[in-house]
């Protein structure tokens, strides 16, 4: 599952692969908002822990845990 976090006033996004279900990612970040912890954090696929302050979060995209393609593919006709 891909996660990127965008950080106010920061050009670049913060983006973790975790092997934790959108639901669970939803329900961490949800948690994290909704009770005004200070810091948001989340482990990684290589169980390094990522943190972030929840004021500084400009917004979370939870990705799919489908694999895209890359490449050219043989189409049938």
Partial sequence: ??????????????????????EDVEKTVADAVENAKPLLTLTDR?????V????SIGYVEIGSDTKQTVGFAAVAE
């Avoid at 972030?52 to 004021?55: I, K, N, S, T």
């Fill in 1 to 22: 599952m891909e996660v990127r976090i965008g950080v106010q006033n920061v050009s670049r996004e913060i983006v973790i692969e975790t092997d934790a279900s959108a």
């Fill in 46 to 50: 290589r169980e390094k822990k990522i």
């Fill in 52 to 55: 972030v302050p929840v004021a």
